[in-house]
């Protein structure tokens, strides 16, 4: 068995891809009382203690103060996330072109295949034909990418309303709300697949070592060895 090691993930990307768990977690609970009053219990378990303190425990003023707390909160995140994904981004751009979010084949049948080869691996338990990146994941990169882009572009309108018409507001406040809940969805099926026990050597690659043995990428990232061999 061969001890050489792939690199899978870079330091930047592996330093990103943990910071974004943790904004979007603030970001998530920060936004859902604003998003939507069925979470108001948050904004209360926020408000009580503002307001215990000032003596107003009026429910409207606690909700209020909660919704005031939060909204600082989820705009302080919003602006350190964009902080933090301004170089990963410029660091993605200056390799797009390589990256493994690209299909390794384009075309309805190689889409299909892709579904296949994803069954063999995650029910079957077999070997797949696999990059880097399965169909599911290249799928959810670009969910990903795109509901971000339409998350920041629509929150920062909101942030800056004062020079939109009511029309665009209610638009960006839609969109917002929407691309919030793609990207929720998406997130919620990429940490399952992203713990399953198939995906334990991407995992700890993502979260620890940032390698994998050259041997595991060989038997399960075979299309991924391949390119590496012809580099």
Not at 107 to 125: F, H, P, Q, S, T
Request: proline share 3%.
């Amino acid at each position: 068995m061969s001890n050489k090691k792939v690199l899978a993930y870079s330091s930047l990307e592996m330093w990103f891809h943990k910071h974004m768990i943790h904004f979007v977690a603030f970001l998530s609970l920060s936004g859902l009382p604003i998003l939507s009053d069925k979470f108001n219990f948050i904004a209360f378990a926020i408000g009580y203690p503002i307001n215990y303190f000032t003596g107003d425990m009026h429910s409207e003023h606690i909700l209020a103060s909660g919704i005031s707390f939060l909204r600082v909160i989820h705009w302080g995140s919003a602006f350190a996330l964009t902080g933090i994904m301004i170089p990963f981004v410029l660091s993605m751009l200056r390799k797009v072109l390589t990256l493994s979010i690209w299909p390794d084949r384009w075309g309805a049948v190689a889409i299909v295949d892709g579904v296949v080869e994803m069954k063999k691996n995650y029910i079957d338990l077999k070997h797949a034909e696999f990059g880097k990146m399965n169909t599911g994941q290249k799928a959810s990169a670009w969910v990903i990418v795109l509901s971000m882009i339409m998350i920041v572009v629509s929150g920062y309108m909101l942030v800056f309303r004062s020079a939109l018409t009511h029309d665009f507001i209610s638009l960006a406040r839609g969109a917002h709300a929407i691309s919030y809940i793609v990207l929720a969805i998406t997130l919620l099926i990429h940490i399952y697949f992203a713990t399953h026990p198939a995906n334990k050597a991407a995992y700890n690659a993502m979260f620890k070592t940032g390698e994998m043995d050259e041997d595991y990428v060989k038997e399960h990232h075979p299309l991924w060895y391949r390119k590496l061999q012809e580099v």
